[in-house]
């Protein structure tokens, strides 16, 4: 079966745009969170989605979002780009958001 | 910030002998663990979990131990093969119905041929 895909793999952007990054899960996953790595701070929780419903966020600015759409596909928006935003985004599916996490390959971000 | 944390962050290995990464965590009410294997450029990879009522479990070429006395939980890779360079990562789900996982800082694992 299809794993996790995320659209794009690369982005550049420039400080103070905004971007928005896809995840479509595996068929059958209603649980869509979102990641964030970089090599300070390592892999840090965004949010979760789990029928269309946020049921839990990390420590992140308002400036990042996401959503959660019927078809369980996913999207996180990040507004007012700082430098700092780069990283690599990734997003992970699960059946019920408790167990059994499969990651997408994510998407780089750069922000010059 | 949260961090499930990795005795080693680098591991040299010869090819062909096994590999142990450790980690330990600090939350006594964790209910899972998992496994994860990232290349480079790559999203993590899925290498096995444990759920806080076992123990031990095993894999193909891989062994998770948990010792939840002492909060350490370790991976165990047997004839390590050049193909398992990678960074590893241990993450925890801390409790039910938490819906994430807070991940270690990872072991560079490094095969010598």
Not at chain 1, 84 to 91: K, N, V
């Amino acid at each position: 079966k299809a794993g996790v895909t995320q659209t794009p793999r690369y982005l550049i952007k420039t400080r103070g745009q905004q971007v928005t990054l896809s995840c479509s899960p595996i068929s059958g996953h209603r649980s869509v969170s979102w990641y964030q790595q970089t090599p300070g701070q390592g892999l840090q929780f965004l949010f979760e989605y789990f029928s269309e419903t946020q049921r839990n966020k990390g420590n992140f600015p308002g400036r990042f979002s996401g959503r959660q759409f019927s078809n369980s596909r996913s999207e996180m928006n990040v507004s007012t780009l700082e430098l700092g935003d780069s990283a690599l985004y990734l997003c992970a599916s699960s059946l019920d958001g408790n167990y059994g996490y499969t990651f997408g390959s994510g998407t780089r971000l750069t922000v010059v | 910030g949260e961090s499930v944390g990795l005795h080693l962050p680098t591991l040299s290995v010869q090819e062909g002998d096994n590999s142990i990464i450790n980690c330990a965590y600090s939350n006594s009410a964790s209910d899972y663990f998992i496994w994860y294997k990232q290349e480079s450029g790559k999203g993590p990879q899925f290498i096995i979990d444990i759920r806080s009522n076992m123990d031990k479990r095993q894999g193909q070429r891989v062994t998770v131990l948990l010792n939840k006395t002492v909060k350490h939980l370790s991976l165990q890779i047997a004839a390590t093969q050049p193909g398992d360079s990678a960074v590893y990562f241990c993450a925890e789900k801390k409790k039910q119905n938490d819906y994430k996982l807070s991940f270690g800082a990872g072991t560079t694992v490094t095969v010598r041929a």
